[in-house]
Protein backbone atom coordinates (compact mmCIF):
# COMPACT_ATOMS: atom_id res chain seq x y z
CA UNK A 1 0.00 0.00 0.00
CA UNK A 2 0.92 3.63 -0.89
CA UNK A 3 -0.16 6.75 0.86
CA UNK A 4 1.15 9.93 0.09
CA UNK A 5 1.48 12.33 3.58
CA UNK A 6 2.61 15.54 1.60
CA UNK A 7 3.03 17.33 -1.52
CA UNK A 8 4.67 20.42 -2.64
CA UNK A 9 6.20 22.77 -5.37
CA UNK A 10 9.36 24.41 -5.21
CA UNK A 11 9.99 27.99 -5.95
CA UNK A 12 12.97 28.76 -8.34
CA UNK A 13 13.19 32.33 -8.63
CA UNK A 14 16.23 32.18 -11.73
CA UNK A 15 13.54 29.58 -13.42
CA UNK A 16 10.25 30.07 -15.16
CA UNK A 17 9.48 25.75 -14.24
CA UNK A 18 7.64 24.91 -10.79
CA UNK A 19 9.15 21.27 -10.36
CA UNK A 20 6.88 19.49 -7.49
CA UNK A 21 7.60 16.83 -4.97
CA UNK A 22 5.47 14.85 -2.77
CA UNK A 23 6.54 12.27 0.12
CA UNK A 24 4.93 8.69 0.16
CA UNK A 25 5.09 6.40 2.90
CA UNK A 26 5.07 2.43 1.77
CA UNK A 27 4.30 -0.93 3.31
CA UNK A 28 6.51 -3.45 1.93
CA UNK A 29 6.02 -7.08 2.76
CA UNK A 30 9.70 -7.66 2.09
CA UNK A 31 12.83 -6.04 0.26
CA UNK A 32 14.97 -7.18 -2.13
CA UNK A 33 18.34 -5.98 -2.28
CA UNK A 34 19.33 -6.61 -5.33
CA UNK A 35 16.39 -4.89 -6.62
CA UNK A 36 16.53 -1.92 -3.76
CA UNK A 37 20.70 -1.11 -5.30
CA UNK A 38 19.67 -1.42 -9.15
CA UNK A 39 16.37 1.09 -8.58
CA UNK A 40 18.99 3.28 -6.27
CA UNK A 41 21.71 3.20 -8.88
CA UNK A 42 19.41 4.41 -11.55
CA UNK A 43 18.26 7.25 -9.50
CA UNK A 44 21.91 7.93 -9.51
CA UNK A 45 21.77 7.92 -12.75
CA UNK A 46 19.11 10.54 -13.35
CA UNK A 47 20.49 12.90 -10.85
CA UNK A 48 23.82 13.32 -12.35
CA UNK A 49 21.93 13.71 -16.20
CA UNK A 50 19.71 16.59 -14.39
CA UNK A 51 23.10 17.98 -12.44
CA UNK A 52 25.09 18.02 -15.86
CA UNK A 53 22.20 19.58 -17.56
CA UNK A 54 22.17 22.62 -15.16
CA UNK A 55 25.72 22.80 -15.93
CA UNK A 56 26.65 26.17 -18.31
CA UNK A 57 28.42 25.29 -21.82
CA UNK A 58 29.55 27.82 -23.95
CA UNK A 59 31.96 27.53 -27.66
CA UNK A 60 34.39 30.25 -28.10
CA UNK A 61 35.30 30.75 -31.88
CA UNK A 62 39.04 31.53 -31.58
CA UNK A 63 41.14 31.15 -28.37
CA UNK A 64 44.14 32.30 -30.11
CA UNK A 65 44.58 36.20 -31.65
CA UNK A 66 47.51 36.93 -33.49
CA UNK A 67 47.33 41.06 -34.45
CA UNK A 68 50.59 40.39 -36.54
CA UNK A 69 52.71 43.30 -37.15
CA UNK A 70 51.24 46.66 -34.99
CA UNK A 71 52.12 49.91 -36.12
CA UNK A 72 52.42 52.83 -34.18
CA UNK A 73 48.99 54.74 -33.15
CA UNK A 74 47.20 52.54 -35.27
CA UNK A 75 44.19 51.05 -33.90
CA UNK A 76 44.66 46.83 -35.11
CA UNK A 77 41.27 44.91 -34.32
CA UNK A 78 39.95 41.26 -34.26
CA UNK A 79 36.86 39.92 -33.02
CA UNK A 80 35.25 36.29 -31.13
CA UNK A 81 32.11 34.95 -31.00
CA UNK A 82 30.78 33.19 -27.49
CA UNK A 83 28.15 31.07 -28.61
CA UNK A 84 26.23 29.06 -25.70
CA UNK A 85 25.74 25.54 -26.49
CA UNK A 86 24.12 24.42 -23.30
CA UNK A 87 21.07 24.12 -22.02
CA UNK A 88 21.07 26.42 -19.13
CA UNK A 89 21.65 30.49 -18.67
CA UNK A 90 25.67 31.05 -19.59
CA UNK A 91 26.74 34.07 -17.29
CA UNK A 92 30.14 34.99 -17.94
CA UNK A 93 32.79 37.62 -17.71
CA UNK A 94 36.36 38.19 -18.42
CA UNK A 95 39.00 38.48 -14.93
CA UNK A 96 41.81 39.69 -13.95
CA UNK A 97 45.01 37.16 -13.76
CA UNK A 98 46.21 36.36 -10.42
CA UNK A 99 47.79 39.18 -8.43
CA UNK A 100 46.49 42.14 -11.25
CA UNK A 101 43.56 44.67 -11.25
CA UNK A 102 42.83 44.44 -14.72
CA UNK A 103 41.32 42.50 -17.24
CA UNK A 104 44.40 42.52 -19.46
CA UNK A 105 46.99 45.02 -20.33
CA UNK A 106 46.82 48.49 -20.79
CA UNK A 107 47.08 48.51 -25.06
CA UNK A 108 44.75 46.03 -24.74
CA UNK A 109 41.04 47.07 -24.89
CA UNK A 110 37.72 44.81 -24.99
CA UNK A 111 34.82 46.36 -26.07
CA UNK A 112 32.19 43.90 -23.58
CA UNK A 113 33.73 42.71 -20.38
CA UNK A 114 30.54 40.46 -19.55
CA UNK A 115 26.93 39.14 -20.28
CA UNK A 116 24.65 36.65 -20.22
CA UNK A 117 23.33 34.05 -22.69
CA UNK A 118 20.08 32.18 -22.98
CA UNK A 119 19.89 28.74 -24.67
CA UNK A 120 22.03 28.83 -28.44
CA UNK A 121 21.90 32.72 -28.40
CA UNK A 122 25.91 34.47 -29.01
CA UNK A 123 27.47 37.40 -28.37
CA UNK A 124 30.13 39.31 -30.63
CA UNK A 125 33.19 40.58 -28.72
CA UNK A 126 35.75 42.71 -30.44
CA UNK A 127 39.15 42.87 -29.24
CA UNK A 128 41.68 45.73 -30.05
CA UNK A 129 45.12 46.28 -29.65
CA UNK A 130 47.06 49.50 -30.26
CA UNK A 131 50.97 50.69 -29.51
CA UNK A 132 50.59 54.74 -28.31
CA UNK A 133 53.44 56.68 -26.88
CA UNK A 134 53.32 55.08 -23.64
CA UNK A 135 53.63 51.74 -25.40
CA UNK A 136 56.54 52.43 -27.43
CA UNK A 137 58.64 53.85 -24.98
CA UNK A 138 57.98 50.57 -22.39
CA UNK A 139 58.76 48.60 -25.69
CA UNK A 140 62.21 50.63 -26.58
CA UNK A 141 63.22 50.03 -22.58
CA UNK A 142 62.31 46.79 -22.75
CA UNK A 143 59.85 47.02 -19.90
CA UNK A 144 56.87 45.71 -22.13
CA UNK A 145 56.26 42.70 -24.26
CA UNK A 146 53.36 42.07 -26.55
CA UNK A 147 51.35 39.51 -25.44
CA UNK A 148 48.86 38.64 -22.89
CA UNK A 149 46.26 36.53 -21.86
CA UNK A 150 42.40 36.98 -21.84
CA UNK A 151 40.72 34.97 -18.61
CA UNK A 152 36.85 34.18 -19.91
CA UNK A 153 35.25 32.58 -16.67
CA UNK A 154 31.59 31.20 -17.24
CA UNK A 155 29.85 30.81 -13.84
CA UNK A 156 29.27 27.53 -12.56
CA UNK A 157 31.15 26.15 -14.86
CA UNK A 158 35.13 26.42 -16.37
CA UNK A 159 37.58 29.40 -17.01
CA UNK A 160 38.44 29.60 -20.88
CA UNK A 161 41.78 30.94 -21.33
CA UNK A 162 42.40 33.74 -24.82
CA UNK A 163 46.53 33.94 -25.95
CA UNK A 164 47.01 37.60 -27.30
CA UNK A 165 50.39 37.87 -29.28
CA UNK A 166 51.66 40.65 -31.90
CA UNK A 167 54.82 42.19 -33.42
CA UNK A 168 55.87 45.92 -33.37
CA UNK A 169 58.82 47.15 -35.27
CA UNK A 170 60.23 49.74 -32.73
CA UNK A 171 60.96 53.32 -34.35
CA UNK A 172 61.67 56.73 -33.00
CA UNK A 173 57.95 57.09 -31.79
CA UNK A 174 57.39 57.49 -28.18
CA UNK A 175 61.20 58.72 -26.98
CA UNK A 176 62.21 61.96 -25.94
CA UNK A 177 65.18 64.10 -27.53
CA UNK A 178 67.31 63.59 -24.71
CA UNK A 179 66.30 59.16 -24.40
CA UNK A 180 67.09 59.27 -28.45
CA UNK A 181 70.64 60.93 -27.86
CA UNK A 182 71.77 57.46 -25.69
CA UNK A 183 70.71 55.24 -28.73
CA UNK A 184 73.84 55.53 -31.23
CA UNK A 185 72.41 52.91 -33.81
CA UNK A 186 69.03 52.97 -35.19
CA UNK A 187 66.00 52.10 -32.94
CA UNK A 188 65.66 48.45 -34.45
CA UNK A 189 69.16 47.53 -34.04
CA UNK A 190 70.01 48.78 -30.47
CA UNK A 191 70.11 46.26 -28.21
CA UNK A 192 67.13 47.15 -25.10
CA UNK A 193 68.89 45.89 -22.06
CA UNK A 194 71.73 48.16 -23.11
CA UNK A 195 69.48 51.00 -24.28
CA UNK A 196 67.83 50.87 -20.71
CA UNK A 197 71.23 51.20 -19.03
CA UNK A 198 72.32 54.25 -20.92
CA UNK A 199 69.40 55.70 -19.61
CA UNK A 200 69.90 55.03 -16.17
CA UNK A 201 67.49 52.47 -15.77
CA UNK A 202 70.54 50.40 -14.31
CA UNK A 203 73.01 51.08 -10.99
CA UNK A 204 76.27 52.21 -11.63
CA UNK A 205 76.15 53.83 -14.98
CA UNK A 206 77.90 56.97 -16.20
CA UNK A 207 75.20 58.28 -18.48
CA UNK A 208 77.37 61.66 -18.57
CA UNK A 209 79.79 59.46 -20.86
CA UNK A 210 80.78 61.31 -24.26
CA UNK A 211 81.02 58.14 -25.73
CA UNK A 212 77.94 56.67 -24.82
CA UNK A 213 76.28 60.03 -26.02
CA UNK A 214 75.06 61.88 -28.93
CA UNK A 215 74.88 66.17 -29.26
CA UNK A 216 71.55 65.78 -31.19
CA UNK A 217 69.25 62.82 -31.64
CA UNK A 218 70.23 61.39 -35.22
CA UNK A 219 66.69 61.52 -36.37
CA UNK A 220 66.95 65.42 -36.41
CA UNK A 221 70.56 64.98 -38.69
CA UNK A 222 69.82 66.32 -42.70
Same mark, same amino acid.
Given at each position: ???????????? @???????? $? #?? &????????????????????????E &???? %????????????? %? &???????? @????????????????H????????????????????????????????????????????????? /???????????????? #?? +?????????????? $???? /??????????????N @??????? /??? /??????? +???????I??? @???
Open positions: HIKQIDYNAANL @LPSDHKPV $Y #SN &FVCQLNSVVLEEEEKVYQELLMKI &FWKN %DEIPVVSISDLAI %D &FKNLKFEV @LSEASIVIINTGKTIAWRFVPKLEESNISKYWISVSIKQGLLLPEESVTINISAKVDKRTAKAIN /LAKEVLDDLLVLRVEK #SK +DYYISITTNYDRSC $YGMT /LEELCYCIEPIRQT @LPALAKS /LNE /LPNVNVN +DANKKLSPKE @LWR
